[in-house]
């Protein structure tokens, strides 16, 4: 469990990030933050592993302050998947994922292993273990990067933006990857992304953020849709979007669900 | 080339003389100009005028510091150590900025990024600064080992041996079969001590050759 208490960060500067942020991030859950460039979503994750200090409030992991914990430990023992990868450019790809494993003392050997077999997990050809990030496609290396992180076993992850980089359909790829490697792996997940539709789907409850991390709103994906809290978080999920409004229409004696815009998109089943 | 038939044994032996004195300053010149270097990097502050007074060493006149070396260290005039020294001393000058300019190539997303999943202090400068600075540190140590073999040939005039021996002793008792010798040979090793040195850097870093150039960003070599 990730508790977030009262927590500000003012970076110098005087740039306020994040203002009086408080959230419970319950085990075994993924939890969406979703908000406008710049809301403060990357300072919250890195509150976590201690990369940025909060200027005020705490942040506990089961209970216990991080600030008590030494930072180099800490970050070993969180999966974090950064922004934009975040790869090690001289290292292998097996090598990139076996990092953290190897930093905790795990022999060459027993490392790659593990880290070859993860690579089969999130979908990549073990071949490309010997290749460069460089030679990588955008895709490749935010699977490595999951990879990367899932490696140690951690039982926190912090996922920011994973698959900012890649075209519509391979991320919706690895998006149902995601999915699926939860239900076998039931880690707590802090997942910042500022696609709505990402957040509806991977998380299983989402928290929509305003500038300064102010909470708009927080709930499941559908209590945010049925009921969106105000005007921004309405017109944020896109509410009134008309592909989210479906009306049926009984076509052939079939009930056929039609969105706003005219289009079939899919049959109900009674 | 009948001086050269009938001397090689003794250009072998001051060939190798000249390796025993180019050799240990090119080592102590890395390791001394390296941390300064990453010093300079981490306090720039510190390092700007740190660099500025390292590479003005290498202002100063080469026969008067290899008389500066033993007032100061207290070694014997016509001494290898002596030698040594002066080649470092210049090797550093040579070196620093060079250094800086490696570590400050770095990106730091990258380094941001081992430190976030867990780097300590040290293993990012061992696994993460050292190896991406190493292409660039390479280059300055290719141009730290010419200059160290050409310079090894001054020793000569103090009475150091080296390939140089073959210049002042070819001059003083005319002989340009000896001169042209010493000149080829001190070039040949310099040839190939940079030869390997490259091939060192191929071995090393096999990255740079692999990765592909990223769309829209210079190709470095
Ligand atoms: N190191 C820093 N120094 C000063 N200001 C910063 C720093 N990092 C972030 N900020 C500021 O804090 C605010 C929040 O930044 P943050 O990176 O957390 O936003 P974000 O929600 O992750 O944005 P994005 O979606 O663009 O990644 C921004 O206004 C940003 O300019
Ligand atoms: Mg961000």
């Known amino acids: 469990?990730?508790?977030?208490?009262?927590?500000?960060?003012?970076?110098?500067?005087?740039?306020?990030?994040?203002?009086?942020?408080?959230?419970?991030?319950?085990?075994?859950?993924?939890?969406?933050?979703?908000?406008s460039s710049g809301s403060g979503k990357t300072t919250l994750l890195r509150m976590v592993n201690r990369m940025v200090e909060p200027t005020s409030g705490r942040v506990l992991i089961d209970d216990q302050d991080v600030q008590d914990r030494d930072p180099v430990e800490l970050r070993r023992s969180i999966g974090y998947v950064l922004q934009a990868g975040g790869l090690l450019p001289h290292r292998t790809v097996l090598d990139n994922v076996a990092t953290v494993l190897r930093l905790n003392h795990v022999t060459r050997q027993a490392a790659r292993a593990r880290a070859a077999e993860m690579l089969e997990r999130v979908g990549l050809d073990p071949a490309l273990g010997s290749r460069y990030p460089g030679q990588l496609s955008g895709g490749q290396q935010q699977r490595v990067g999951v990879a990367r992180a899932l490696v140690p076993d951690p039982n926190i992850l912090l996922m920011d933006e994973p698959f900012g980089a890649v075209d519509p359909i391979v991320r919706r790829e690895l998006q149902d990857e995601l999915a699926r490697l939860q239900t076998e792996l039931g880690k707590t997940i802090v997942f910042v992304t500022h696609d709505v539709d990402e957040a509806f789907r991977l998380g299983d409850e989402v928290v929509v953020l305003r500038e300064r991390a102010a909470i708009a709103q927080q709930g499941t994906p559908s209590d945010i849709l049925a009921a969106p809290a105000d005007e921004f978080v309405h017109d944020f999920v896109g509410a009134g979007r008309a592909e989210r409004v479906l009306h049926t229409q009984t076509i052939g004696g079939r009930l056929v669900a039609v969105d706003g815009t005219g289009l079939p998109v899919g049959v109900l089943e009674s | 080339m009948t001086w050269l038939s009938l001397n090689w044994p003794h250009v072998i032996d001051l060939a190798r003389a000249h390796l025993l004195l180019s050799?240990?300053?090119?080592?102590?010149?890395?390791?001394?100009?390296?941390?300064?270097?990453?010093?300079?990097?981490?306090?720039?502050?510190?390092?700007?005028?740190?660099?500025?007074?390292?590479?003005?060493?290498?202002?100063?006149?080469?026969?008067?510091?290899?008389?500066?070396?033993?007032?100061?260290?207290?070694?014997?005039?016509?001494?290898?150590?002596?030698?040594?020294?002066?080649?470092?001393?210049?090797?550093?000058?040579?070196?620093?900025?060079?250094?800086?300019?490696?570590?400050?190539?770095?990106?730091?997303?990258?380094?941001?990024?081992?430190?976030?999943v867990g780097h300590s202090p040290l293993a990012v400068f061992w696994q993460v600064d050292l190896p991406l600075a190493f292409p660039v540190l390479l280059s300055g140590v290719r141009v730290v080992t010419v200059s160290t073999i050409g310079l090894v040939t001054i020793g000569a005039l103090i009475g150091v041996s080296s390939l140089g021996t073959l210049l002042t002793d070819g001059f003083q008792r005319s002989i340009p079969a000896e001169v042209t010798t010493g000149v080829?040979?001190?070039?040949?090793?310099?040839?190939?001590?940079?030869?390997?040195?490259?091939?060192?850097?191929?071995?090393?870093?096999?990255?740079?050759?692999?990765?592909?150039?990223a769309r829209g960003t210079a190709v470095t070599a």
């Open chain 2, 23 to 116: 050799v240990p300053a090119i080592l102590l010149s890395v390791v001394i100009a390296v941390p300064v270097g990453r010093l300079a990097y981490r306090h720039p502050r510190v390092g700007g005028p740190l660099l500025g007074a390292a590479s003005l060493l290498y202002a100063i006149p080469a026969l008067p510091l290899l008389i500066v070396i033993p007032a100061l260290l207290g070694t014997p005039l016509r001494s290898a150590t002596t030698m040594i020294v002066a080649l470092t001393v210049y090797g550093v000058a040579l070196l620093v900025r060079t250094a800086a300019d490696a570590f400050t190539a770095v990106d730091d997303h990258t380094r941001g990024a081992a430190v976030a």
């Open chain 2, 184 to 213: 080829i040979a001190t070039v040949l090793l310099a040839l190939l001590l940079d030869g390997l040195l490259l091939l060192t850097g191929r071995v090393a870093a096999p990255w740079t050759r692999a990765a592909r150039p």
């Open chain 1, 1 to 35: 469990m990730i508790e977030f208490e009262q927590v500000t960060k003012t970076y110098p500067g005087g740039s306020v990030a994040v203002e009086g942020f408080s959230l419970v991030v319950p085990s075994h859950r993924t939890v969406a933050l979703v908000g």
